[in-house]
């Protein structure tokens, strides 16, 4: 790597109980998003969560609920960029949300295939899409070890992992 040019797009370390996952967040595309996902890294906030929703073939979700599957408060919602020309492929990080556009708070999925449906086609609620504001760029191997966790009900929630898949730290590294 030339010392002499600088990294376009910051570098997180995801370092969760089943090994790191570096990810690129694509300040330049998803400059909201990227803002809003960092500002959440800097303050530690996903420091020991867990990956609360794992669905084989689909995704892993991340970054709102503690061992204990109680949510974690976060900052008021941000606006959707899922028309960022950003496609819902394997490897990709997007924003979960609700039904409403712009729900997206600090949870987030890692795509474990190309996710097609979830890419933005119109500006309707059901179009809209989810915002896709990194990529994995070291550890796929560790994304498709969560993926393969063997999982359950707890509570309300589904596809939860048995034994906790914890985020042990998120830092900025590049």
């Known amino acids: 790597m030339d010392a002499e040019k600088p990294i376009k797009n910051p570098v997180v370390s995801i370092a969760t109980s089943l090994g790191e996952v570096r990810t690129e967040i694509f300040l330049d595309k998803a400059p909201i998003t990227g803002k809003n996902f960092l500002d959440y890294v800097n303050e530690k906030f996903y420091d020991d969560l867990i990956f609360h929703r794992v669905i084989p073939g689909f995704m892993i979700q991340g970054g709102g609920f503690d061992k204990g599957m109680q949510p974690k408060a976060t ?15 394997t490897g ?71 034994e906790p898949v914890v985020i042990q730290s998120m830092r900025i590294v590049s």
């Open 75 to 89: 900052k008021a919602p941000i606006k959707n960029e899922a028309a960022n020309g950003l496609r819902n492929n």
């Open 92 to 162: 990709t990080l997007a924003m979960a949300r609700t039904a409403f556009v712009d729900s997206a708070t600090a949870q987030f999925f890692i795509n474990v295939k190309d996710n097609d449906f979830l890419n933005h086609r119109n500006t309707s609620a059901e179009g809209f899409g989810y915002a896709v504001f990194g990529r994995v760029i070291e550890g796929m191997e560790v994304v498709q070890k969560i993926e393969k966790v063997k999982t359950g009900a707890h509570s309300t929630h589904q596809n939860v992992p048995v």
